[in-house]
C-alpha cells in the first residue's frame, strides 16, 4: 500500500508560479513512476507530467516548457511557471507500483486575475 499527501495548491495571478508537492509514504520502495494528473470543472482527468524511476519524464503539450517535473526521495514536485487561467483544476498526484496505482486527495489550483 501507498499513501499520497499533496500540498501547494492555491490562489494565483495569470503569468505567477507554484509548486506542488506529494509525499508518499508506506511501500514507497515498489513504486515505478509518480506523476501529476488534472481535473478541471466538467471535464476528464488528464494526465500532465509523469516521472520514472530512470528519471525519464513525459508532459502534456499543454504544459510543455511551463511546468517541471522532478522526484526526490519519497516526493515528488510540480513547478508550474507561466501558469494560465486555464491551468485551474484540481491536481492529483498518482504512484504506479506493479501491483497497482494509487492517488492523493487532490490539491486546488485556481489562476485568475
Known amino acids: 500500500q501507498v499513501q499520497l499527501v499533496e500540498s501547494g495548491g492555491g490562489f494565483v495571478q495569470p503569468g505567477g508560479s507554484l509548486r506542488l508537492s506529494c509525499l508518499a509514504s508506506?511501500?514507497?520502495?515498489?513504486?515505478?513512476?509518480m506523476g501529476w494528473y488534472r481535473q478541471a470543472p466538467g471535464k476528464q482527468r488528464e494526465l500532465v507530467a509523469v516521472?520514472?524511476?530512470?528519471?525519464d519524464t513525459n508532459y502534456a503539450d499543454s504544459v510543455q516548457g511551463r511546468f517541471t517535473i522532478s522526484r526526490d526521495k519519497n516526493t515528488v514536485y510540480l513547478q508550474m511557471n507561466s501558469l494560465k487561467p486555464e491551468d485551474t483544476a484540481v491536481y492529483y498526484c498518482?504512484?504506479?507500483?506493479?501491483?497497482?496505482?494509487?492517488w492523493g486527495q487532490g490539491t486546488q489550483v485556481n489562476v485568475s486575475s
Open positions: 508506506g511501500s514507497i520502495f515498489r513504486i515505478d513512476i
Open positions: 516521472s520514472s524511476t530512470g528519471a
Open positions: 498518482n504512484a504506479l507500483e506493479p501491483s497497482g496505482g494509487y
